[in-house]
């Protein structure tokens, strides 16, 4: 099973502030890797797939890079409806796993 | 719109089976594969396994082997989880989670989930 790692845990931030969450991939999962958002009491939201790729409605702000095993998701200026769980995702090989999430609070 | 819609909460015995709905709408159900992922209460995502509502392949973690069936209905455009032999460790919020073909593609609509609160 290809265990993903995510840093920090918890990430204390300020709106309009550039946030930063990295994820590390036990092995090499070529881009196949997303960030999915999840705001309390409600579902996941796919943000970022394929590493680097926004999904639809997702604002400019965030953006996705990496490939291989190491990966991060940025937020340029943090707005107060970010404030949530960020999971990050491999897709390469079954059984799909996530990271235990990245929490940003005020 | 698209969108994934869940069977309501379930309380269920230990030793029990429960059978979660994800009801699909504003696409061609068969076009696309169906996840089912679940989240203890403040834990993290767990994949439980993956169908194809064309042919009706499943794919199951083997963490969840000759417990989870997942079926479908495509007549009604619904996808079907069963999980057996309930434990309390089971209690949790099931999501069924859309992703497209082939393989290896991200999950880019869930549904807003089940809570199945497993307790004697």
């Known amino acids: 099973e290809i265990v993903m790692t995510q840093s920090p845990v918890t990430l204390s931030v300020s709106p309009g502030e550039r946030v930063t969450v990295s994820c590390r991939a036990s092995q090499d999962i070529t881009n196949n890797f997303a960030w999915h958002q999840q705001k309390f009491g409600q579902a996941p939201r796919l943000i970022i797939y394929g590493a680097s790729n926004r999904a639809t409605g997702v604002p400019a702000r965030f953006s996705g890079s990496g490939s291989g095993t190491e990966f991060t998701l940025t937020i340029s200026s943090l707005q107060s409806e970010d404030f949530a769980v960020y999971f990050c995702q491999q897709y390469h090989h079954w059984p799909y796993t996530f990271g235990q999430g990245t929490k940003l609070e005020i | 719109q698209v969108q994934l819609v869940q069977s309501g909460a379930e309380v269920k015995k230990p030793g029990a089976s429960v059978k979660v709905s994800c009801k699909a709408s504003?696409?061609?159900?068969?076009?696309?594969?169906i996840n089912w992922v679940r989240q203890a209460t403040g834990q993290g995502l767990e994949w439980m396994g993956w169908?194809?509502?064309?042919?009706?392949?499943?794919g199951y973690a083997q963490k969840f082997q000759g417990r989870v069936t997942m079926t479908r209905n495509t007549s009604i455009s619904t996808a079907y989880m069963e999980l057996s032999s309930l434990r309390s460790v089971d209690t949790a919020v099931y999501y069924c989670?859309?992703?497209?073909?082939?393989?290896?593609?991200?999950?880019?609509?869930w549904g807003q989930g089940t809570m199945v609160t497993v307790s004697s």
């Open positions: 504003g696409y061609t159900f068969t076009s696309y594969d």
């Open positions: 169908m194809n509502p064309n042919s009706g392949n499943t």
């Open positions: 989670a859309r992703a497209a073909r082939p393989l290896g593609a991200p999950f880019d609509i």
